[in-house]
Nanobody, 119 residues
Framework: QVQLVESGGGLVQAGGSLRLSCKAS?????MGWFRQAPGKEREFVSA????????PYADSVKGRFTITRDNAKNTVDLQMNSLKPEDTAVYYC???????????????WGQGTQVTVSS
């Protein structure tokens, strides 16, 4: 059982930046971020493999968000720049034994952290 704890959410104005961090209690092959806005389904944001060779992004965040991983610390960070109001959501850290972009592929989840972008 892997436990995930997120931190770093908050309120920011449009165009601003936030950095989310997730610490895992153990090592998993893939770690990623999903988000869920009110009334919407949970959607993939980005993920990264243990060797950092693969790091897909959702088209909506490509070029603005960057995912990084520190295996020594069992952490994965999401640097979010040029934030838009439509990025407002609860962001969830997730971990799995293989890389995927569907939430069903991830067995472990954090509690979520709120990101609010004001216009």
């Amino acid at each position: 059982q892997v436990q995930l704890v997120e931190s770093g959410g908050g309120l920011v104005q449009a165009g601003g930046s936030l950095r989310l961090s997730c610490k895992a209690s153990g090592r998993t092959y893939a770690m990623g971020w999903f988000r869920q806005a009110p009334g919407k389904e949970r959607e993939f944001v980005s993920a990264i493999t243990w060797n950092t060779f693969n790091a897909p992004y959702a088209d909506s965040v490509k070029g603005r968000f960057t995912i990084t991983r520190d295996n020594a610390k069992n952490t994965v960070d999401l640097q979010m720049n040029s934030l838009k109001p439509e990025d407002t959501a609860v962001y969830y850290c997730a971990a799995a034994n293989r890389l995927g972009i569907r939430s069903s592929e991830y067995a472990y989840w954090g509690q979520g952290t709120q990101v609010t972008v004001s216009s």
